[in-house]
């Protein structure tokens, strides 16, 4: 059984940057036909789709977030990490790594970032 965990800083200043990390148990990033997403919930807006790495290390962005989004991974360790830049308070939201695009077969627990001065 495939587990994400999410980590990083839950309090972010505007105009910097959110750095999480997913970190997968049970199955590796690079098994062949699996994306990896990142998906954020805001209280005003839901579930957004912010982008996925995929097994081969091929990047696909949401267009809306596309500018400040960036998706990494290290295989090494059997993780990807995010990048979202230049942030502002409407970027407060839940943050979830989950396994595919569209349709998710296994979800982090979320980490809540809040963006703050």
């Known amino acids: 059984q495939v587990k994400l965990q999410e980590s990083g800083p839950g309090l972010v200043k505007p105009s910097q940057t959110i750095s999480l990390t997913c970190t997968v148990s049970?199955?590796?990033?690079?098994?062949?036909?699996?994306?990896w997403s990142w998906i954020r919930q805001t209280p005003g807006k839901g579930l957004e789709w912010m982008g996925v790495i995929g097994y081969d290390g091929s990047t696909y962005y949401s267009p809306s977030l596309k500018s400040r989004t960036s998706i990494s991974r290290d295989t090494s360790k059997n993780k990807f990490s995010l990048e979202l830049t230049s942030v502002t308070p409407e970027d407060t939201a839940v943050y979830y790594c989950?396994?595919?695009?569209?349709?998710?077969?296994?979800w982090g627990q979320g980490t809540q970032v809040t963006v703050s001065p």
């Open positions: 049970g199955g590796s990033i690079t098994t062949s036909g699996y994306g």
């Open positions: 989950a396994r595919g695009v569209g349709l998710y077969e296994s």
